[in-house]
């Protein structure tokens, strides 16, 4: 990873910003993918952007997208984009959606971006070099229990039978229904970034492609947190592999093993 890969990741958060813009709260196609999630014109058009500038710029490097699949997949070298990740929010004209970008180099993401074109917010992770909100530097704050810990989730409705047991023990650990104010729902990407920042201090997901978490590791744990799935493990491009991703978030690492605990 060099200086010029980070200015090229924030160029293609520039790009797809500049698709997306134009159509949020306003008039635009969509359609149902065969998995029935959403699509939006505003999806393919940020995409679209964002490819065409790498393979302008980086002809021998691959491209794992999430609305145009895979280029030149034995490269060492892999841009790992999804153009909205929230799809749902931006159709309901909700501004906590992103764009990730992810440089992954022999399947370990090394540079992350998670932008928010509406708001203007954007956070850059790179692995050992800190990460950064606005170009500010930012950390993730201590938790000293999971008692105190504020847990996010996109939805409790995106975990299949299996996963939910795990999840709600997880719930309950941090307080569950009993006092208000411990658990956030929605936000996608978003929650990641709040995380990073000191705001939030776990986040817990099930079912995740490569491009909804490989930007998100760098962040993260660019500034001081930890990214693993169910088990522990840190994530990498096999993650994904059979059936998606389970993730968990933290932004301080020393609460891993009790969450891993809490979930059995």
Known sequence: MTPADLALANRLADAAGNAIRPLFRGEWAQERKSDQSPVTEADRAAEAAMRAIIEAERPDDGIIGEEYGTHNERAGRQWVVDPIDGTISFMAGRPIFGSLIALMQDGWPVLGVIDQPIAGERWVGRIGEGTT????????????????????????????????????????????????????????????????????????????????????????????????????????????????????????????????????
């Open 133 to 264: 909100f606005n170009g500010t530097p930012v950390r993730t704050r201590t938790c000293r229990s999971l008692e105190d810990a504020v847990l996010a989730s996109s939805s409790p409705h995106y975990f299949t039978a299996d996963q939910a047991e795990p999840y709600m023990q997880l719930a309950q650990a941090v307080g569950g229904n009993k006092r208000q104010g411990t658990i956030v729902y929605g936000g996608d990407c978003y929650n990641y970034g709040l995380l990073a920042g000191g705001h939030l201090d776990v986040i817990c997901e099930a079912g995740l492609a490569i491009y909804d978490y490989a930007a998100l590791v760098p962040v993260v744990e660019g500034a001081g947190g930890t990214m693993s799935d169910w088990m522990g493990n840190p994530l990498d491009a096999e993650s994904a592999a059979k059936g998606g991703a389970d993730v968990i978030a933290l932004g301080d690492p020393a609460r891993l093993e009790d969450v891993l605990e809490a979930m059995g």
